[in-house]
């Protein structure tokens, strides 16, 4: 993937986060920020559903239309983040800094972090 194609991912990112600070009047993705985390994580499911589905299809139409589904959970993914304040170059950056350690190990890891979180909060 070329940096120009990833070009139109950060427009589309720019975009959300202009749409979550202004909410214009008719915006698909205003109506959604404002039904918030339901509205939201409602449409994530639904097209996590559809991807899985889509991936299961045969042949150049069964491809495209899992492009074309990725596309949407991509998109639905990114207004989340927009109306949760997070920018998608933070996910890059958690991304990388994941690279280059086993995805067993990181959950591990995951794990002891959150039982430290929680054995240090039920002392307090």
Do not use: C
């Amino acid at each position: 993937m070329t940096s120009q194609s990833l070009e139109s991912l950060n427009r589309l990112m720019q975009t959300l986060q202009e749409r979550a600070e202004t909410r214009p009047a008719g915006s698909y993705t205003t109506r959604l920020m404002e039904g918030g985390v339901t509205e939201i994580g409602s449409k994530i499911r639904e097209e996590a559903e559809e991807l899985i589905e889509a991936a299961a299809e045969t042949g150049d139409d069964g491809r495209q239309h899992f492009i074309y589904e990725a596309g949407d959970l991509l998109y639905h993914t990114m207004v989340l983040l927009a109306w949760r304040g997070v920018d998608l170059q933070e996910i890059a950056q958690e991304l990388a800094r994941r690279e280059g350690t086993s995805g067993l190990v990181e959950k591990a890891n995951r794990g002891a972090d959150s039982d430290s979180i929680s054995s240090s909060s039920e002392s307090e």
